[in-house]
């Protein structure tokens, strides 16, 4: 049985639920129109700063937070276009914004629809009219995320966009790591080879696999017998693994391009007026 259940607290909250499956995720439309819980048989998948998560000016760290109209950052924060500079801070706005409800559905999955356009203050910093739609699917031990993306202007709208999730991993020692690409960049571009392990002691791990030869990803967690598939479609070239040391969390996000892609415009997607495309992204829990 499905259901979508609306809860009241702090920011209003949507309990999607598969009682057969006994799997449930939680969203937060006015809080970047983010999923922030997902329990399997009592057992949490995400990680959340729940303290940060209280104060409305401080980006959530935790859940699956939404990166649009860009992933990353970029020099001094800003990129050019039509002859004019334009400032936009790391991973974009739609993180931080209020989302709308569009419609829910209990057919094949319990379903939540979300949506986001641009207000006058976006356009202070993205001089573009566009309409965001995600529709987050509970299915048993899947979850889907299904993304439109509308150019509303006159003129083309270039962007990129991504999912932010982390995941829940007390032992990162015991992570098992498969992913389709044999060489990532870090921060600075340089590039390393990868053999499938990452040293989990250093402070930090941030980096970028360019070039995917599949179109999923894999990490099982042996402390938590937890097996985490991510699949994504041809939109989405880049994927990125972030870990912080002291931290219980690990971080798959799949991007349509690299940081800083407004300016270079590597794998930068560009709509045409009134144009749209729809691109989809699995997560499937296994017991491992």
């Known amino acids: ?15 999607l639920a598969d009682t057969a499956a006994n799997s449930q995720i939680e969203v937060v439309p006015s809080r970047g129109g983010i999923v922030t819980s ?8 995400f990680y959340l700063d729940a303290e940060r998560f209280t104060h409305p000016d401080l980006s959530v760290r935790g859940g699956i937070p939404i990166l649009f109209p860009i992933c990353g950052n970029m020099p001094d924060n800003s990129y050019n276009y039509n002859g004019n500079t334009y400032q936009l801070k790391q991973h974009g706005f739609a993180r931080d914004l209020p989302w709308q409800v569009a419609s829910q559905s209990t057919e094949n999955g319990a379903s939540l629809s979300v949506v986001l356009t641009n207000t006058p203050e976006t356009l202070v ?9 995600f529709t987050y699917t509970l299915n048993g031990n899947s979850l889907a995320i299904a993304q439109e993306f509308k150019n509303l202007s ?5 962007f990129s966009a991504g999912l932010h999730p982390y995941f829940a991993a007390l032992d990162k020692s015991k992570l098992e ?4 690409g044999t060489e990532y960049f870090d921060k600075e571009q340089n590039s390393y080879s990868f053999d499938g392990n990452f040293d989990f002691d250093q402070p930090e791990i941030d980096v970028a696999f360019e070039q995917l030869s599949e179109h999923n990803a894999k990490v099982t967690d042996r402390d938590r017998n937890l097996v985490m598939t991510l699949t ?16 219980d969390f690990y971080c798959l996000e799949p ?8 300016n270079s415009g590597k794998n930068l997607i560009t709509l045409a007026p009134g144009q749209s495309i729809n691109t989809l992204v699995t997560l499937a829990i296994a017991q491992g």
């Open 1 to 15: 049985m499905f259901s979508v259940t609306p809860v009241e607290r702090q920011y209003p909250t949507y309990i």
């Open 38 to 45: 997902w329990k399997i048989g009592g057992q949490e998948i």
């Open 125 to 133: 910093s993205y001089p573009f009219e566009f309409e965001v739609t």
């Open 154 to 158: 006159s003129q083309p709208m270039p």
């Open 177 to 180: 790591v498969e992913i389709p």
């Open 232 to 247: 994504y479609d041809q939109y989405h070239p880049v994927l990125i693994f972030w870990a912080v040391k002291g931290k």
């Open 255 to 262: 991007w349509t391009a690299p940081r800083n892609a407004i």
